[in-house]
Every structure is written in structure tokens, then in C-alpha cells.
């Protein structure tokens, strides 16, 4: 079975590397020349893929990461996992467009294409079989087969992988889920089959949008608490002690990654466009979570002017940059606002993230290699993510303030969110 994952990043790897493990031969298609350099060389970037993994897939014969559709020829499956990203708040399939005509040409009877890149509904059937039925000229659903399946990979979960993590899966008709169904059952555990694309593209918006709007809900919660003088963290690890009724959520210093900055507002769109109304909890929960930067950037003022240190030439160091622990994805993560601002308030801004791949890293930022270099010369240290690899319980013994947006550092010196 010869499988093509278009997309080589942190869900189209892991994809890529499971098919190797049981027996298919990969194509492996980025656009991304610096990336695929890496991968021919045996170096991973995503975190959750080790070297030795991508080395013994390489090893094998049956991986090739390659940025030459022509490679693609023959292919069995074909799954799409680049990014939809958001372009002045509007949704931007640009990457699914241009993959589905460079693989159109290269249909045949009986093959088949799924996408999982987050979309709203009606995508796949409205926008990715016209392209593939054109280029090819052949019917979608007849000759060939079509489907979605959202991806639900997080990374840096040692817990839930790829394969432990049950996967949606949907045909544009039953015979395409059926094809959709037989390819995850040899990658994954479990699948969960439902009737259309647009209830399987509906999962994953819905999925996210419940976090968005629960993490934004502790957000202007935690706000609201330290203005009264509340310990929020307390109180909520009290209500989580309850066993039904209650899901625990944390404030952070904002939203990253693809999915809560991107998908609800991706449903939030076509209410809009289609049905003329507002999605009032996504916009509000957007509001609150966009807005979570500015108010670490705030916190971080008010602990300079307690100590009669203004911003401009204040040295501040950010300790980790990724939008969540353990992984080097600074895609729509906070910190690049918060960098953003203190670089406009005239702070000598550093950081230490390890994790980052040093062609990501910003170029406003010095980079640091270790906690001692973090706090050597600081006059404040922001802790941003909480990475294994870093002792922050150091922190909380210092002379230099410390503010903590995670919770995870405990001393006179620290303030925390």
C-alpha cells in the first residue's frame, strides 16, 4: 500500500510514521525545503517523533520525504494535513486548494483521499472534491473515494498519542467511509465512524470551541480573583475535588497553537457568513483570550513600578516561549504578543525555550541556553511555559522578582497569574 501524507509538521509526521510502522510505503510531502532537509538527514523537528524513529522509517525504504508531487505517483491513500490558518480573520484553505490540485492529476480509479486538516462543514464536499474531480477527471464517491477525519494529535502527551487517541472517521458516502475506516483501523486503536463529513468537521470545531471558551471562562476568572484579593488556583483545585459536574480548566498567559486561536472562529465565520448571526460565546471567548498578553505584559509593569523600575531598559527574561510544555510549537502562541509589547515599551527582551527550532526562534529575542544566563542580569523573569527540562522551582529562591503565569513556581519573590 503506497500512502502520501501531504504536510510533515506536527500532525502529518506522526501520521507519516505510523503508516511506516505497519507496512506501508510513504511519500511524505512539505514545501518546506529547510524541513525536508531535515527529515532526509534523520533529524526530527516535532517533538513527539525521535530521531531514531525517523531514521529507522528512512532505513526501512518504505519513507520518503520529498517536495516533488512526481513522487506521489501511484499512490493507494492519500491524507492532507496542512495548515488553515486565519488571514485578517477570515479562513484560509490556500493550502488545502493548492494540495488538492497537485494531487489531482495523480488520481486513479479506486484510490483514496482524506482530509484532516480543522476546516468549517461543508468543506470537503464543497471544496475539496470539486478540485480533485476537475484535475482528475474522474467522480468523486464513483471512481475514487473521499473523506475526512480530524486530527486530534496533542503534542508532547506521553498519555494519549496518535494511536492511542480515538479517531473520527467519515466517508463523503458509505463506500468512502468504508476506505476511510480500513486505513485508520491499521493505525489506530479505536474509530469512531459518523454519517457525513460535515458532522465529522463539525467534531473537531466543536471540540476545541468547548476548551476556548472554558479556558477563557478561568481567564477573566483569575483576572477578576486577584483584583479582590482571591487565590483562583486554590478555588479551583477545590471544585475539581468534585467528581461529577465540574471540569478543571487553567488560566495561562493566553492561547497557542492551531486550534483554540484558529478553529472556533473557523464555526464562528460560517454562522456568520451563512446564517447571518453571531457567535456570541466564540467571540467573547476570543476577546478574553487575545487579550490574555496584554494583561501579563500589565502584571509585569506593575512589578517593575512596585520596584521603581520603568519598562524601557528593563531586562526581562521569558522562560519558555511554545504555547504549551514540552514541545517547541510557538505557532499563534501567546508570546509572540507579549514579546511583541515589551519590544514596543523599549525591555531588553530574552528567552530560554530550548525546544524551539532556532529558524522559528524571534528575531527581536536573545536567546539564552540556560536559567542561570535567564536570571543572572534580569530584572524580572516571566514564566511562560512550564517545560520538564527546566528546574523552576530555582526561581522561587531569588532575589529576582518572578512572574508565573503557569502556578508552577512557589516563593516570596513570585507572583503569580
Same mark, same amino acid.
Given at each position: 500500500?503506497?500512502?502520501?501524507?501531504?504536510?510533515?509538521?506536527?500532525?502529518?509526521?506522526?501520521?507519516?510514521?505510523?503508516?511506516?510502522? %505497519?507496512?506501508?510505503?510513504?511519500?511524505?510531502?512539505?514545501?518546506?525545503?529547510? +524541513?525536508?532537509?531535515?527529515?532526509?538527514?534523520?533529524?526530527?523537528?516535532?517533538?513527539?517523533?525521535?530521531? !531514531?524513529?525517523?531514521?529507522?522509517?528512512?532505513?526501512?525504504?518504505?519513507?520518503?520525504?520529498?517536495?516533488?508531487?512526481?513522487?506521489?505517483?501511484?499512490?493507494?491513500?492519500?491524507?492532507?494535513?496542512?495548515?488553515?490558518?486565519? +488571514?485578517?480573520?477570515?479562513?484560509?484553505?490556500?493550502?488545502? $486548494?493548492?494540495?488538492?490540485?497537485?494531487?489531482?492529476?495523480?488520481?486513479?480509479?479506486?484510490?483514496?483521499?482524506?482530509?484532516?486538516?480543522?476546516?468549517?462543514?461543508?468543506?470537503?464536499? !464543497?471544496?475539496?472534491?470539486?478540485?480533485?474531480?476537475?484535475?482528475?477527471?474522474?467522480?468523486?464517491?464513483?471512481?475514487?473515494?473521499?473523506?475526512?477525519?480530524?486530527?486530534?494529535?496533542?503534542?508532547?502527551?506521553?498519555?494519549?498519542?496518535?494511536?492511542?487517541?480515538?479517531?473520527?472517521?467519515?466517508?463523503?458516502?458509505?463506500?468512502?467511509? !468504508?476506505?476511510?475506516?480500513?486505513?485508520?483501523?491499521?493505525?489506530?486503536?479505536?474509530?469512531?465512524?459518523?454519517?457525513?463529513?460535515?458532522?465529522? $468537521?463539525?467534531?473537531?470545531?466543536?471540540?476545541?470551541?468547548?476548551?476556548?471558551?472554558?479556558?477563557?471562562?478561568?481567564?477573566?476568572?483569575?483576572?477578576?480573583?486577584?483584583?479582590?484579593?482571591?487565590?483562583?488556583? !486554590?478555588?479551583?483545585?477545590?471544585?475539581?475535588?468534585?467528581?461529577?459536574?465540574?471540569?478543571?480548566?487553567?488560566?495561562?498567559?493566553?492561547?497557542?497553537?492551531?486550534?483554540?486561536?484558529?478553529?472556533?472562529?473557523?464555526?464562528?465565520?460560517?454562522?456568520?457568513?451563512?446564517?447571518?448571526?453571531?457567535?456570541?460565546?466564540?467571540?467573547?471567548?476570543?476577546?478574553?483570550?487575545?487579550?490574555?498578553?496584554?494583561?501579563?505584559?500589565?502584571?509585569?509593569?506593575?512589578?517593575?513600578?512596585?520596584?521603581?523600575?520603568? %519598562? +524601557?531598559?528593563?531586562?526581562?527574561?521569558?522562560?519558555?516561549?511554545?504555547?504549551?510544555?514540552?514541545?517547541?510549537?510557538?505557532?499563534?502562541?501567546?508570546? &509572540?504578543?507579549?514579546?511583541?509589547?515589551?519590544?514596543?515599551?523599549? &525591555?531588553?527582551? +530574552? &528567552?530560554?525555550?530550548?525546544?524551539?527550532?532556532?529558524?522559528?526562534?524571534?528575531?527581536?529575542?536573545?536567546?539564552?541556553?540556560?536559567?542561570?544566563?535567564?536570571?543572572?542580569?534580569?530584572?524580572?523573569?516571566?514564566?511562560?511555559?512550564?517545560?520538564?527540562?527546566?528546574?523552576?522551582?530555582?526561581?522561587?529562591?531569588?532575589?529576582?522578582?518572578?512572574?508565573?503565569?503557569?502556578?508552577?513556581?512557589?516563593?516570596?519573590?513570585? $507572583?503569580?497569574?
Amino acid at each position: 500500500m503506497k500512502t502520501v501524507v501531504v504536510g510533515q509538521g506536527y500532525v502529518g509526521l506522526p501520521v507519516a510514521m505510523r503508516a511506516v510502522e %505497519v507496512g506501508h510505503e510513504v511519500v511524505g510531502i512539505d514545501l518546506d525545503a529547510n +524541513r525536508v532537509g531535515l527529515l532526509q538527514a534523520g533529524s526530527s523537528y516535532v517533538d513527539d517523533i525521535s530521531d !531514531e524513529t525517523l531514521t529507522g522509517a528512512s532505513a526501512s525504504g518504505r519513507y520518503l520525504a520529498t517536495m516533488a508531487y512526481a513522487d506521489v505517483e501511484g499512490f493507494d491513500i492519500a491524507v492532507i494535513t496542512v495548515p488553515t490558518p486565519l +488571514r485578517d480573520s477570515l479562513p484560509d484553505l490556500s493550502f488545502i $486548494e493548492q494540495s488538492a490540485a497537485s494531487l489531482a492529476p495523480f488520481i486513479r480509479p479506486g484510490v483514496t483521499v482524506i482530509l484532516e486538516s480543522t476546516t468549517y462543514p461543508g468543506t470537503t464536499d !464543497e471544496l475539496l472534491v470539486p478540485i480533485l474531480e476537475s484535475g482528475s477527471s474522474l467522480v468523486a464517491g464513483v471512481d475514487f473515494f473521499v473523506g475526512y477525519s480530524p486530527e486530534r494529535i496533542d503534542p508532547g502527551n506521553k498519555t494519549w498519542g496518535f494511536r492511542e487517541t480515538p479517531k473520527v472517521v467519515s466517508g463523503m458516502n458509505p463506500a468512502s467511509l !468504508e476506505k476511510v475506516q480500513g486505513f485508520y483501523d491499521l493505525l489506530v486503536d479505536i474509530t469512531v465512524p459518523v454519517s457525513g463529513t460535515r458532522e465529522a $468537521e463539525l467534531t473537531k470545531l466543536l471540540e476545541n470551541t468547548f476548551r476556548h471558551v472554558n479556558i477563557a471562562l478561568v481567564n477573566e476568572l483569575a483576572i477578576f480573583a486577584h483584583q479582590l484579593g482571591v487565590d483562583v488556583w !486554590e478555588s479551583i483545585e477545590a471544585a475539581s475535588s468534585k467528581p461529577f459536574g465540574f471540569m478543571k480548566f487553567t488560566p495561562g498567559p493566553g492561547v497557542g497553537g492551531h486550534c483554540l486561536p484558529v478553529d472556533p472562529s473557523y464555526l464562528s465565520w460560517q454562522v456568520r457568513k451563512q446564517l447571518g448571526k453571531s457567535f456570541r460565546f466564540v467571540e467573547l471567548a476570543n476577546d478574553v483570550n487575545d487579550h490574555m498578553p496584554d494583561y501579563v505584559v500589565q502584571r509585569a509593569m506593575t512589578m517593575l513600578n512596585d520596584r521603581s523600575k520603568a %519598562v +524601557r531598559g528593563a531586562k526581562i527574561a521569558l522562560v519558555g516561549l511554545a504555547y504549551k510544555p514540552n514541545t517547541g510549537d510557538i505557532r499563534e502562541a501567546p508570546s &509572540a504578543r507579549v514579546i511583541e509589547l515589551l519590544v514596543e515599551l523599549g &525591555a531588553d527582551v +530574552r &528567552a530560554l525555550d530550548s525546544h524551539v527550532e532556532e529558524h522559528r526562534w524571534p528575531t527581536s529575542v536573545l536567546r539564552l541556553t540556560s536559567l542561570a544566563d535567564a536570571v543572572a542580569d534580569a530584572d524580572l523573569v516571566i514564566v511562560l511555559t512550564d517545560h520538564a527540562d527546566v528546574d523552576l522551582s530555582a526561581l522561587g529562591v531569588l532575589d529576582v522578582p518572578v512572574f508565573d503565569a503557569r502556578h508552577v513556581v512557589a516563593g516570596d519573590n513570585v $507572583e503569580t497569574l
